[in-house]
Each structure stands twice: as structure tokens, then as C-alpha cells.
């Protein structure tokens, strides 16, 4: 962990260095200022001479004025290194996160990644700043001032050695409680955030159901679980405090006393039971901060460890030594395939003996889709569907057997070029803050906008963009709120044309148009890109009825392929589905009505 967060440091490694110097600086003209103010006060102003107090006046405020410089340069580069180191810690984790698979962002979660990428920066970011002016400046400070209460009074120095011991235990026995509690703060965190995201994601569901005030309950649950973690380890950390002033105030009284006693026997000067006075504060002062240092390392030490987990995960997917980048035509075969879903939380482990015993997302897989074919797939849902699309990808990988596009397995490519050619519009529309060109250019960022609005003829699209006041120009609001589901869609669609696909996979991705302006689109594509492997994931019969050929999922397995007439005659479960679709009946095809339909369950 260490050496991952380290190696962040990059371009600050100047000023990392630097400011452990500049604190160093500061803390020892602090450390004399004490001493020359007890020379103040013995030769200036007990002895009446007021040239002494002019010459040690001056010498302390030019010490001051340089202690003030140094602890300014010290903050400055404090905070330009931890700032930065912060900065890169974010960039190296977003960039790795870029890389991540499907299965990565299962195993993780949205709502942790953002934690780690927030509230762990920012524990983490605190640490280096502290450590960097706190861990130097405490440690010296302790040490030069104990050094000048022995040159002073060796006697009196037996004071404050005896308050170091008692407030190191008492410090020490605190932290220690206190850093377990803090260790489970984070997961608490991770919580949170998944509870808002869900909620602000889907605002609208919850409104809709007028559901308030169960989310409400949901977080006043987990952020009661966040507050009473976080109560009792600041709890714990508030009686530093009271423990601090009362053996400061035991340290007064016992120099006061046995200080006085010292003077009236010319064995102390007042100036020098003066600078005791300051040092002790100094001493005990700084035994405080090195305890707040390693309540702040026990709890930026969990941080860094879970950021370093995303800096150090090593993608599922990896790119070959020698990746191809040329994908020669649409052909899609999937040779004998099975596919399993990888556990989140579970480091990306694979239960094989659960394979063993049958327990695949996709099993036995065996299609072949020749370049230029329109394929249709349907079932009922959880029947491997969109699975089988996202191999075709490489969103996943198969556990079993060969996926392959233009003869070569899809692994022997580099994701790139792969995803360049074989192109998925996925279930959830997904539309970004800009205008609907910025969104369309997504597809192909130097596409013209000519070319953009011919992709958006072929989706269907270019009718509804161009009567809005600012055509192709205007701003999609975030997450494409200010169009509907079905414009969503075909602008979609529009932006995978972009790109010029070999393989396009529509997975479900017209489920929100109307019947006619899905038939609009499948004729466009018919018309424009015969050359395109279309493969189209339905569960809507009038969706695929055309294609070239039809495959039929059930329970992740192949139940049926052939025409629409060849599957009407001999697949139930199609017969079954188009009898739903096609009577008028109520329901969903899913639902469990006789033997063929519980098939589809």
C-alpha cells in the first residue's frame, strides 16, 4: 500500500522534501524565543536596564517575523504536496477504473468507488499534510524543548517527565480504542452513498410511488449506523482534552511551587521559571499533536488501503501482447460457450464448484452468425439474452468455450479496436450533459455534421430533432430528462451508426418506440447497412419477426433458431409468446401459464 500511495507523490517530490525544512527551520527559532525572553526579563527589565530590553525586544520580534516566514513556506508547500498527491491519487484511481470490466465494477460498486475517490482522498490528503508539517514539528519541538528545560533546571525537568509518562499511557490507551472504531467507519460510508445514489437515480420512481418516506427511513438508518460509529470514536478522541488540561494544570502548579521556592534561594531566575512555564506548554503541547497524528494515520491508513486497491486492481480483462486491431467482416460464432457471473465483493473468484454443478448464466452455447445477417434473440427474462450480446463485446468473458468475431476470438483483439467495430446500444439509454450533436459525436468524434444527421435518419431520429427550436443544437439536460425514453433510444442508435459498425447489437434498445417507427428503423437498416451484422435482442415478437434468422433463449441455453414461420411451427415457447403478443391477451409473456410458458419464468 505504502509504495502505491508513494508513488503518487510524482511531480511534488520538491516540495515533500522542502517542507519538512522549512519546519524545521520554524520550530527552532520558536524553541529559542523562550530563552531570549528569559534574558529579557532577567537583564532588562529585573536589572531596570533599558537597553537590554530594546536589544532582546528586537531580537525576539526579528525571530518572530522568521518564524512566521518559515511556518508560511512550511504551510504553503504542506499544501501544494498534499493537495497534488491528492490530485493523482484520484487521476491514477480514475484512470484504472477506465480499465476496469464489467466484472470490475460488480466486484466494487458504484456508490464505494466514489467514496474511495472522495471521502478516502480526502482522509488520505489530510494525512500527508499532517504528517508532513505535524509529524516533523511535534517530535522536534518535543525534543529541543526538553533539551532547553534541562539546560535551564535539570531539577524541575523531573516535572514535566513525569507528565510525559502520564499523558503518553492515558494518549495511548484512548487511541487504541479508538482506531478500531474507525476502521469500521468507511464501510458505513459506502452504505450511505449507495442509499442517495439509488435514491437520486431513481427520483422519479420514488415520487411516482410516493415512496419519500421509505427512502427516508432507508437513510435516517444508515446514517444512524455512520453517527453512532463516528460518536463513539470522537467520544473516545474528546477526552484527550480534559486528560490534556489536567496534567497541564498539575505541571503549573507543581513549577509555580516548587519554582517560587527556587527564586527566594537564588537557585532560579524569574526569567528562567518564565521560559520553563513555556516550554512545558511546548512539551505537553506536543505530545497532544503526536497522538492527533496517529488517530489521523490510523484513519487515513484504511483510506490509503482502499485506495490502493483500485490503484493496484489488475483488470479481468487485458489486452494481448500483439492485439489485433483489424476486424475483417461481421462473421460471430460462439463455440460451445458457457458464461458465469463473478460474486461482487469476491476479489473476482469464480465458485467452481458451483460451475461444476451446472450453475451458469450461459450454457453450452453453440451459433454461428454469418457477416451481413440480421439476427434476432428472444426469451423470457433471465434467459441469457443480453449476456449472450455482451460476449459479442467483450464486456465479459466467456468462463467456457470461444466467442469470436471475423474468424478470430474476441480476446486476440485489443478492446479498442474490438469496440470500434462491434458496437452495443444497451438497455439504459444512456444521454450526456451537451447538445444532442455532442451526444452523436460520441459515436465518432469527427463525424460531420452532415454524417450525424444521416446516422439520425437511419435511427429514426431526425423528424423529432429537427422541430425543436435549436435542432441538432440543443442541450441535453443531465441523464436526457428533457427527452423522452423513445427519443432517447433512437438518438442511441444514431450515435452506434456513427462508428460504422461490423457488428451492431441492439439490446433491447427500441423497447420505448412505437411499432412503426421500429419498423422504420429495422427497414433503414435493412436498406443502408446490409453489409452489418445485426444482432437484436427483443422482447418484443414484431421486433425480430423479420430477421434472418431467430434465436430462441430459455434458462441460458439455446431452445430454439430458425425463421419466424420455422419457429411458429415447431418452438412452444415462440408459439407461446406470439399467441400473448398477438391476442390481445394481458400480461407479460413471462408469466407462467402452462407448460411451455413456465419455461419462460
Known amino acids: 500500500m505504502l509504495r502505491t500511495l508513494a508513488a503518487q507523490i510524482k511531480q511534488y517530490k520538491r516540495s515533500v522534501l522542502l517542507t519538512p525544512v522549512w519546519t524545521s527551520l520554524e520550530v527552532v527559532v520558536e524553541v529559542l524565543i523562550p530563552y531570549v525572553t528569559a534574558s529579557l526579563i532577567d537583564k532588562g527589565i529585573n536589572a531596570g536596564n533599558m537597553h ?34 491528492a490530485a493523482n491519487l484520484r487521476e491514477a484511481m480514475y484512470r484504472n477504473i477506465q480499465r476496469f470490466s464489467f466484472s470490475d465494477i460488480d466486484k466494487y460498486g458504484t456508490a464505494s468507488l466514489v467514496t474511495r475517490m472522495t471521502t478516502d482522498v480526502a482522509n488520505v490528503q489530510g494525512a ?66 449507495l442509499v ?37 470514536a ?41 521560559s520553563l512555564f513555556t516550554y512545558v506548554m511546548t512539551i505537553l503541547g506536543s505530545l497532544m499533536m503526536l497522538s492527533m497524528i ?11 488501503s482502499r485506495i490502493a486497491e483500485v490503484i493496484e486492481e489488475v483488470p479481468d480483462m487485458l489486452d494481448p501482447t500483439e492485439p489485433d486491431t483489424v476486424i475483417t467482416d461481421g462473421r460471430v460464432d460462439f463455440d460451445h460457450v458457457c458464461f458465469s457471473y463473478k460474486a461482487a465483493g469476491d476479489a473476482g473468484v469464480i465458485d467452481t464448484a458451483s460451475l461444476e454443478s451446472g450453475d451458469y448464466a450461459l450454457s453450452d452455447i453453440d451459433l454461428h452468425f454469418d457477416s451481413g445477417e440480421t439476427i434476432g434473440i428472444i426469451g423470457g ?29 474476441v480476446r486476440s483483439y485489443s478492446q479498442d479496436a474490438l469496440r470500434q467495430k462491434v458496437v452495443t446500444v444497451l438497455q439504459q439509454s444512456v444521454l450526456f450533459s451537451g447538445t444532442i450533436l455532442d ?49 432517447r433510444q433512437r438518438i442511441c442508435i444514431a450515435r452506434a451508426l456513427l462508428k460504422n459498425p461490423s457488428v451492431l447489437i441492439l439490446d433491447d434498445s427500441t423497447s420505448a418506440v412505437d411499432t ?46 430458425g425463421t419466424h414461420k420455422e419457429l411458429l411451427e415447431g418452438n412452444e415457447i415462440y408459439k407461446d409468446i406470439w399467441s400473448m403478443q398477438t391476442s390481445g391477451g394481458e400480461g407479460d409473456f413471462d408469466e407462467p401459464v402452462n407448460t411451455a410458458k413456465e419455461a419462460l419464468a
Not at 55 to 74: D, T, W
Not at 196 to 209: R, T
Not at 243 to 257: E, G, H
Not at 450 to 469: L, W
Request: hydrophobic residues 45%.
Open 52 to 85: 537590554e530590553v530594546y536589544r532582546y525586544g528586537a531580537m525576539m520580534v526579528g525571530m518572530a517575523c522568521l518564524s512566521m516566514l518559515f511556518g508560511i513556506l512550511a504551510g504553503r508547500f504542506a499544501a501544494y504536496s498534499s493537495t497534488g498527491v
Open 196 to 232: 442517495v445514489k439509488e435514491n437520486i437515480d431513481a427520483i422519479k420512481v420514488v415520487k411516482a410511488y410516493a415512496r419519500e418516506h421509505h427512502e427516508m427511513s432507508k437513510f435516517d438508518k444508515a446514517a444512524l449506523a455512520l453517527y453512532n460509529l463516528n460518536l463513539k
Open 381 to 409: 427474462t433471465g434467459s441469457g439474452k443480453s449476456t449472450l450480446g455482451s460476449l459479442v463485446a467483450r464486456l465479459y468473458d466467456a468462463t467456457k468455450g470461444t466467442v469470436s468475431v471475423g474468424g478470430k476470438d
Open 128 to 193: 500527508i499534510q499532517m504528517l508532513l508539517r505535524v509529524s516533523f514539528r511535534a517530535p522536534l519541538s518535543l525534543v529541543f524543548s526538553i533539551f532547553m528545560c534541562l539546560f535551564i533546571d535539570s531539577r524541575l525537568s523531573l516535572i514535566f517527565i513525569i507528565a510525559m509518562v502520564v499523558l503518553t499511557t492515558c494518549l495511548a490507551l484512548l487511541i487504541s480504542r479508538a482506531a478500531k472504531l474507525f476502521k469500521e467507519i468507511f464501510p458505513k460510508y459506502d452504505s450511505l452513498n
Open 294 to 304: 496517529f488517530v489521523q494515520l490510523t484513519q487515513s491508513a484504511a483510506s490509503g
Open 439 to 487: 451526444n452523436l459525436r460520441w459515436g465518432n468524434p469527427d463525424a460531420t455534421r452532415e454524417e450525424c444527421i444521416e446516422a439520425c435518419k437511419a435511427a429514426c431520429a431526425d423528424e423529432f430533432i429537427s422541430s425543436f427550436p435549436d435542432g441538432y443544437d440543443t442541450v441535453i439536460d443531465q441523464g436526457g430528462t428533457n427527452v423522452s425514453g423513445g427519443q
Open 516 to 561: 412503426a417507427t421500429d419498423a422504420g428503423i429495422r427497414r433503414t437498416f435493412a436498406e443502408k447497412i446490409p453489409g452489418v451484422t445485426k444482432i437484436i435482442i427483443s422482447q418484443r415478437i414484431l421486433s425480430i419477426m423479420d430477421a434472418d434468422r431467430i434465436v430462441v433463449m430459455d434458462s441460458g441455453k439455446v431452445n430454439g433458431i
Open 234 to 274: 470522537e467520544g473516545l478522541m474528546a477526552l484527550n482534552g480534559p486528560v490534556m488540561n489536567l496534567v497541564v494544570y498539575a505541571c503549573m502548579i507543581s513549577l509555580s511551587w516548587f519554582g517560587a521556592r527556587f527564586i527566594v534561594g537564588g537557585t532560579l531566575t524569574t526569567g528562567e521559571l518564565t
